[in-house]
């Protein structure tokens, strides 16, 4: 089981407890600068959403290609 920090979406804590962003939106626009490793750990996010499977796995092919910014 990863620990929060590991959590590509961890977005901080507040008194001990674990924040993370949740909506479709802020996940996208996190993932369009994620490392390999981000991207990786982000598949293995229970429930995650559709559309941020396949941005996670687009940023993923453009890393391997060598052509992400």
Do not use: I, K, W
């Not at 001990?16 to 293995?44: D, I, K, N, Y």
């Not at 996010?45 to 499977?53: K, T």
């Amino acid at each position: 089981m990863m620990r929060p920090e590991q959590n590509p979406f961890y977005t901080g804590s507040y008194c001990g407890q674990p924040f993370f962003s949740h909506s479709v939106e802020e996940r996208l626009e996190m993932v369009e600068t994620f490392t390999a490793l981000q991207c990786r750990r982000a598949l293995e996010v229970q429930g995650l959403q559709l559309a941020v499977v396949d941005a996670v796995s687009a940023r993923l092919a453009e890393l391997a290609e060598g052509v992400a910014q």
